[in-house]
């Protein structure tokens, strides 16, 4: 599918849809050429807003095209192409997202007519039934950060939990997942016979772990399966749907004005906002002997995807190496070669440009394991977190292995998880505001290695505050149950 179509590669897009066999002129090819206006790896700042410029006008026109007709092919429209990579431009991208959603849902509404889908009310239950609908019920981010613990955790007197597996990867984790449901689900179906079974199932709740990163997911999202909607912050920003009633997040990830930047009704839960089991993101402990280093340099990990670098950002790390010429900066591979090679050329071409050899700082580490990559980080000195888009289970990885963190507090909610991370665990110094403190506190923690260690003591005290936190559950639990009341008022 076309689900990750390269913005920057847009001449693929007639070779896609030919591959794929799709009309030029059909709903699907008419969605392919909006989406394909927005870079994954942009080469300047200039190129994202032009881009943000061009989609805005393209998504007005789709929608005006498909008022007049509409699309025969709904569900490989609305599935196969996504504007993943909004998320990763340090925007608001409520508006765009909120066009997007009304295309979505409206042609996801007309085709449950045409195949004669309709609602069905829940029956009397003694408990809540609640459906969990994921593509990503293995080792993965979303299942890390927040599946796991609502499975593990939600009170089963009060609540039936239902878990639908969209996807087709299947691990232990996922075996565990399966074992801590009281109804199982997985398979590769289609749009209309996983329609057919939330409707069977009855929900009182659908929950949603994260909309945006899966076609599946995203197309029944896009519908009214349930009296009460939610989506949780795996995918780090507002769905845009009209039919999402709900978006989970933190109190400890959101700026103040955070509603705004929202479609649906933000449920702020307390702290962290998830049930964080070391379970299922296994580290090594703080403490632990580190592996013997093959350079006495300092080694500072960034190991962030290609696409959450911005290219704006580019010169905080040219002014960290500039000023502290004992850094290695370390970067890993990614499953998406082309991403990372277009990646690895800019960087490189803002250090010449800066007067720095590439080659004394930039290091390019091969794809690891988990247990390789927290061998790694036990060895490492900093660990430097991505600005505009902060890594959750990264830095908590990180913590996990007594590795310090520098993290900048984003505009958004998706730039601010670092900061809530080590804020948790009382190490406020580590949090900055401004691209400039972010550099300044880099290079002076790359010149004190006592004050690393005395970081790193703190990480082991305070790091059992950062797992199975009960607050947030509590608090979850009491709203399913208020917002199930509200609706069926």
Known sequence: MLLYLRGENRAALSDC????????GSGVARMGRVVAQLPWIPATAAEVTDAREAFAVALEELAADLGRRPCREATLMVGSLQPFVLAYQEFDNRDLLAAYGRICASAMAQWRGSVGLAAQAPPARERIRVAIVSAHVHRHAVYQALTHGWLRALDRSRFELELLHLGAHRDAHSATAASLADYYQ??????????????????????YPEVGMDGITLQLASQRLAPVQIAAWGHPQTTGLPTIDYFLSAAAFEPPDAQRHYVERLVLLPDLGCYYDPD??????????????????????????PFKYAPQHDAVLVEIARRAPQVELHFFSYQDEVLAARLRARLEAAFRAAGLEPAAFLVWQPWRAAARFHEFLCGADLLLDTLGFSGFNTVAQALGCGLPVVTQR???????????LVSHLSLDELAVDTPEEYVERVVSLSHDPARRTRLRQTIQVNLPRLYRDPS???????FLETSVRSAQR
């Open 17 to 24: 849809l030919q591959l794929l066999r799709v009309d030029p």
């Open 410 to 420: 984003g505009r958004f909610m998706r730039g601010r998880f670092g900061a809530a």
């Open 472 to 478: 947030s559950i509590e608090y979850l639990q009491d």
């Open 280 to 305: 299922i993101a296994p580290a090594i402990a703080p403490g632990v002997r580190q592996p013997p280093r093959e350079s006495s340099r300092v080694r500072l990990v960034c190991a962030g995807s």
């Open 186 to 207: 997985q398979g590769e179906r289609s749009p209309l016979e996983w329609s057919r079974l939330i409707a069977a199932r009855a929900p009182e709740v659908i929950l």
